[in-house]
C-alpha cells in the first residue's frame, strides 16, 4: 500500500498519508486504548481518587505508550510476512503475531512498572494471570483492542482505496 498505480500512466506513485497503514492503526488504536484506559481505572490503586487532569494525563500516557506497542507488533507482522498490506487480508499468521507481540510487551511492561519502577499498582479488584502477577484487563485489553484495530484499518484503507479508483 505503500505505492499506488496511476490509472492513466499506469506507474507507481507515492499513497497518500491517510493510504499508509501506520497511521490508522495508530489512530484507531490511540482511539480504543485511550477509552479503554478509563474503563479499567478502578482496577488500579489511587486511580479513581486521583485528580481528573492527572488521571487524563496518565491515561494519556499510556495510550501512547499503547500506540508505540501497536506500530511495534504491527511492524513485526509486517515483517514476518515481508507485506505492510498484510492488514488487508489478514491471515493467521500476521493476526497472531500482532495479538502475541502486543500481548508480550503489556506482560513485560506491566512487570516493570508493577514490580520494578513501581510507578503503578493494582487494587484489590484486579485478577492477577500467573506467572509475572500480571493485571488480567491489560491483557484482555490486547485481546479485544487489536482485532478491531485491525478491522477498523482494513476498512479504512479499502475505503481509501475505493475513492481513489473512483477518481474522487
Known amino acids: 500500500m505503500s505505492e499506488t498505480r496511476s490509472q492513466a500512466s499506469g506507474t507507481a506513485r507515492p499513497a497518500r ?17 485511550f477509552v479503554w484506559e478509563f474503563v479499567q481505572v478502578p482496577v488500579f490503586a489511587g486511580m479513581a481518587e486521583m485528580g481528573h487532569w492527572e488521571a487524563i494525563k496518565l491515561c494519556l500516557s499510556a495510550s501512547i505508550g499503547d500506540v508505540g506497542f501497536a506500530l511495534t507488533a504491527f511492524w513485526a507482522s ?13 491471515t493467521r ?33 484486579m485478577p492477577l494471570v500467573p506467572p509475572f502477577g500480571t493485571g488480567l484487563t491489560p491483557i484482555l485489553q490486547w485481546l479485544a483492542i487489536p482485532p478491531l484495530v485491525v478491522w477498523l484499518t482494513r476498512r ?8 481513489r479508483e473512483a477518481g474522487a
Not at 493476526?95 to 487494587?123: C, D, Q
Not at 479504512?156 to 475513492?163: C, E, M, V
Open 17 to 33: 498519508l491517510w493510504e499508509v497503514p501506520e497511521l490508522p492503526v495508530a489512530f484507531f488504536s490511540f482511539l480504543l486504548h
Open 78 to 90: 509486517s515483517l514476518a510476512v515481508r507485506s505492510r498490506d498484510w492488514v488487508l487480508r489478514p
Open 93 to 125: 499468521l500476521p493476526l497472531g503475531l500482532f495479538l502475541a507481540v502486543g500481548i508480550l510487551l503489556t506482560i513485560g511492561f506491566e512487570y516493570y512498572y508493577t514490580n520494578v519502577s513501581l510507578r503503578w499498582t493494582y487494587s484489590e479488584l
Open 156 to 163: 479504512h484503507l479499502l475505503g481509501a482505496h475505493t475513492i
